[in-house]
C-alpha cells in the first residue's frame, strides 16, 4: 500500500494535469501588453519634456542677453526700450511682487485662465485654454501663487498628453508643406539686477515633422503590440483547447468511451475532501462482470465491449449528479453512490444489479458488487473536512468484498466487513507463516485408502494435506490451500508433498511394505512450467521411490488452460513411468472434450454424483454407469469420490468401478494408521 506522502504526491500529480491556466496566461499578456504601453507612453513624454525643457532654456537664454543688452541701452524715460521693441508680451515685478510695468496682452493669471504647461512642486495643470485672442498660451506657475521658475531648478514637470496630442493634431492637420510648427506657450521669469523680475510671453516651438514621426513610432508600436497580444491570445487559447483534449483523452475509457479509473480516483477523492461533504455519508462499488472473460472467449472481444459500454451507460442513467462512475478495469467498474442508510443502500445496490441483467435479451449474465461504506465524520460542522482520505485503499477494500463473491453463478453483493476483515487478516497470517510452515515440516501428509469394491482389496491411494501449527493447531485444508492458490505458494505445497509422497513409498518399500499407488495433486498453476514433468521426475528420483508408485492428479478445471502445454506435459509424465488422473470428472462443462484429447490413466467420478437427491435417482445412475463404460473405451480405470453407503458400493461394483474412495471405507488418515491399513492389505467394509 502506498504512503501517505507518495498518495499525496500522485493526487497532486493528477489534479496538475486536469487543471486549466488559461485565464492566466491571457491575464499575465494583458499585463505585459499594459506595461508595454506605459512603457511607450513614458517614453512619449520624456521627448516631450526633453523638447520642452530644451525651448525653454533656449528662450531663457535668449531673454537673459536681450535684458544685458537692455539695460545697456535703456534710459530713464524708456527703461525697457528693447522689450518693446521686441515685441514682447511681458510685465515687470518689483522685490514685493507688485507689478510695475505691462506691455502686451497679459494671459499669465493665478486664477487658473490660460494655463498649458506647468512647472510646479506639487500637483501640476495642463490644460489648453484659449485667450481673449483666440491664441492658446501657456502659464509655469505654482499651484499657491503667480511664481515663475527657471525649467533647470528641482522641480517636476508634468504633461498632460492627451492636450498636448491635440495640439499635435492640430498642427499636422492643417501642415501642408510638413515644415509647420507646434507653438507652446508659455511665461517665464528671469531676476534683475535691481532685484526686480521680468516675466515674458515665450513660445516652446516643436517641428511638425518631429510630431509625425513620433505619433507614427507611437501608433506603429502599439499596432505591433495589439498584433503580439493578439497572436499570443489566440496561441494560448488554442494550446487551452488541446490541452482539454489532451486530459478528456487521458481520463477517458475507450473501451466505454467513458471515465477511467484515474478520473474516478481523482474526483472522488476531491468529493470527499470537500466542505461540507464530511457530514453526508457515501459509498465505494466494486462492480464486476462476472461473465467478461468467457463472453470474449465464446463471442468476440469487440462484442464484449460493446456489452461494457451498455452497461456503463445504463449505470449512468440511474447515478445523480453528484455521484461518479468510471470503467475501473477489463471487467470492473467503480461507483460512489451517497446514502443515507445501510437498507436503503442494499435496496439500491439490488435494483441496479436487476437492471444490468436486462441490458442483453439473449443472454443471461450476472454481476457482483462489493461495498465499502465511508460513514460520515463524527461532529462534522459546515465547513468540515475529512481529515484523512484514501481511496485507493479503501477502494482495494470493496475488491476483496467482490471477490468474496467469487464462485456464485447469480448477480450479488457483499458489504466489507468484520467477517470480511478477519478472513484478510487470516490470509496475511496464513502468508507471513507458510515460508516458516514449510521449511520446518508443520505440513503432514494425510492418506486416503481406495478399495476395490468387489474385493474391498487396498488398490490405491491420496495423499491429503494438513497443518499442525505450532500457533494456530491442527488445520485443515480449506483454511489454507485457497490462500495458496491465490498467492502462488501452492506450487512450493505441490512440491512438498510429492516429495514426501516419494520419501514415504520408498520408506516402506525399503521395509517390506506391499506398497500401493498413491495420487498427489498438482494444482493448474503448476501447468505453465514447460519443465513441470522434469520437476516432478527430478523430486521423485532424488526420493529413490519408483515412478508407478506416484500417480498425479489434476483437476478438471485445470483443462481449460493452455490446452497444448497440458497435453504436452501430461505425454512427458507418461513417458517417465508416472500415472495421470483427472479429478472431479463432472464438475465442469468440457469433460468429455477433455477425455477426447487427453491421454489420461485414471478418472474420478465426481462426489457431488454420490451426494443428495441426483444419488438415489434412475438418471444419477445412468449418467455414473456410462461414465465408467465410457472410460473402460478408452481403457482407464475409475474411482468414485465421496462414497459413504454401502448401496453406493453394491452399485458401483455392478458396473465394473475399479476403486472406491470415501467414508464407507475409510477417512484420511496420518501416515502411521495407513501403514496399518497397508499391512492388512484389505478392508471389512463399512468403517463405523
Known amino acids: 500500500m502506498a504512503s501517505q506522502k507518495d498518495r499525496i504526491k500522485k493526487h497532486k500529480k493528477y489534479f496538475k494535469i486536469r487543471k486549466n491556466h488559461t485565464w492566466l496566461s491571457i491575464l499575465f499578456y494583458f499585463v505585459v501588453l499594459c506595461l508595454c504601453v506605459l512603457a511607450i507612453a513614458g517614453i512619449v513624454e520624456l521627448f516631450v519634456l526633453f523638447a520642452v525643457h530644451s525651448g525653454i532654456e533656449h528662450e531663457y537664454d535668449s531673454k537673459s542677453d536681450l535684458i544685458r543688452i537692455n539695460q545697456e541701452l535703456a534710459t530713464e524715460t524708456e527703461p525697457y526700450l528693447l522689450f518693446d521693441k521686441a515685441n514682447m508680451n511681458y510685465f515687470i515685478r518689483d522685490a514685493q511682487g507688485n507689478t510695475v510695468y505691462s506691455n502686451g496682452n497679459m494671459t499669465c493669471s493665478d486664477k487658473g485662465y490660460d494655463y498649458l504647461l506647468s512647472l510646479g512642486a506639487s500637483s501640476n495643470i495642463f490644460t489648453d485654454k484659449e485667450d481673449n485672442t483666440g491664441e492658446v498660451t501657456t502659464t509655469i506657475y505654482r499651484d499657491t501663487e503667480i511664481d515663475l521658475v527657471r525649467p533647470d531648478e528641482d522641480q517636476s514637470v508634468e504633461i498632460n498628453l492627451l492636450a498636448v496630442a491635440k495640439q499635435m493634431f492640430k498642427v499636422l492637420k492643417s501642415s501642408n508643406s510638413g515644415n509647420e510648427q507646434l507653438q507652446l506657450p508659455v511665461w517665464l521669469t528671469v531676476e534683475m539686477d535691481n532685484g526686480s523680475e521680468l516675466v515674458f510671453r515665450a513660445n516652446v516651438t516643436m517641428r511638425s515633422t518631429d510630431v509625425a514621426l513620433t505619433l507614427i513610432l507611437v501608433i506603429g508600436m502599439l499596432a505591433l503590440l495589439v498584433i503580439v497580444f493578439i497572436v499570443l491570445t489566440i496561441h494560448t487559447i488554442a494550446n487551452a483547447v488541446n490541452r482539454r483534449k489532451v486530459t478528456k483523452l487521458f481520463f477517458t475509457d475507450m473501451k466505454v468511451k467513458g471515465n477511467n479509473w484515474m478520473w474516478f480516483l481523482l474526483h472522488s477523492e476531491q468529493k470527499l475532501r470537500r466542505f461540507g461533504n464530511a457530514r453526508k455519508q457515501f459509498a465505494l462499488v466494486d462492480l464486476v462482470f462476472t461473465a467478461y472473460r468467457r463472453f470474449c472467449i465464446c463471442h468476440s472481444v469487440d462484442e464484449a465491449e460493446s456489452v461494457l459500454g451498455r452497461i456503463y451507460s445504463s449505470l449512468a442513467s440511474q447515478l445523480g449528479k453528484r455521484e461518479l462512475l468510471a470503467h475501473s478495469s477489463e471487467d470492473s467498474f467503480s461507483l460512489m453512490l451517497e446514502y443515507t442508510d445501510e437498507d436503503t443502500l442494499k435496496s439500491r445496490i439490488s435494483a441496479l444489479l436487476a437492471s444490468l441483467s436486462e441490458i442483453e435479451r439473449e443472454h443471461s449474465f450476472s454481476y457482483h458488487a462489493g461495498v465499502v461504506l465511508i460513514p460520515a465524520q463524527e461532529g462534522a460542522g459546515l465547513l468540515t473536512r475529512r481529515r484523512y482520505v484514501d481511496v485507493e485503499s479503501d477502494y482495494n477494500l470493496a475488491r476483496a468484498a467482490s471477490a468474496s463473491l467469487e464462485g456464485k453463478e447469480t448477480s450479488a453483493y457483499a458489504f466489507y466487513d468484520d467477517k470480511l476483515v478477519e478472513e484478510q487478516r487470516w490470509a496475511d497470517t496464513v502468508q507471513e507463516l507458510q515460508q516458516k510452515a514449510l521449511d520446518n515440516e508443520e505440513f503432514l501428509v494425510y492418506y486416503q485408502p481406495k478399495y476395490d469394491p468387489r474385493t474391498h482389496e487396498l488398490r490405491g491411494a491420496e495423499a491429503l494435506i494438513r497443518w499442525q501449527s505450532p500457533e494456530y493447531g491442527f488445520l485443515a485444508p480449506y ?159 475409475t474411482v468414485a469420490e465421496g462414497v459413504e453407503v454401502k448401496e453406493q458400493v453394491e452399485f458401483l461394483a455392478s458396473q465394473g468401478c475399479d476403486m472406491i474412495q470415501g467414508y464407507y471405507f475409510a477417512k484420511p488418515m496420518p501416515a502411521e494408521d495407513y501403514e496399518q491399513r497397508m499391512r492388512a492389505g484389505r478392508s471389512d467394509g463399512e468403517e463405523q
Open 479 to 637: 483454511r489454507f490451500i485457497p490462500i495458496f492458490e491465490k498467492n502462488g505458494f501452492i506450487t512450493e505445497i505441490d512440491h512438498y508433498m510429492i516429495s514426501h509422497v516419494a520419501r514415504a513409498q520408498k520408506k516402506w518399500l525399503d521395509e517390506g511394505q506391499k506398497c500401493v499407488p498413491v495420487s498427489v495433486n498438482v494444482s493448474r498453476a503448476h501447468f505453465i512450467e514447460s519443465d513441470l514433468a522434469e520437476q516432478i521426475c527430478k523430486s521423485v528420483d532424488k526420493e529413490g521411490a519408483p515412478h508407478e508408485l506416484i500417480e498425479i492428479e489434476l483437476t478438471e478445471s485445470a483443462f481449460f488452460d493452455d490446452k497444448k502445454a497440458m497435453i504436452d506435459t501430461i505425454s512427458k509424465l507418461k513417458q517417465y513411468g508416472f500415472a495421470v488422473s483427472m479429478d472431479d470428472f463432472g464438475s465442469g462443462y468440457s469433460s468429455l472434450n477433455s477425455l477426447k484429447d487427453m491421454p489420461l490413466d485414471v478418472l474420478k467420478l465426481d462426489a457431488e454424483f454420490f451426494r443428495g437427491e441426483a444419488a438415489d435417482t434412475d438418471r444419477g445412475e445412468i449418467v455414473v454407469k456410462e461414465a465408467i463404460q465410457l472410460a473402460k473405451s478408452l481403457n482407464m480405470r
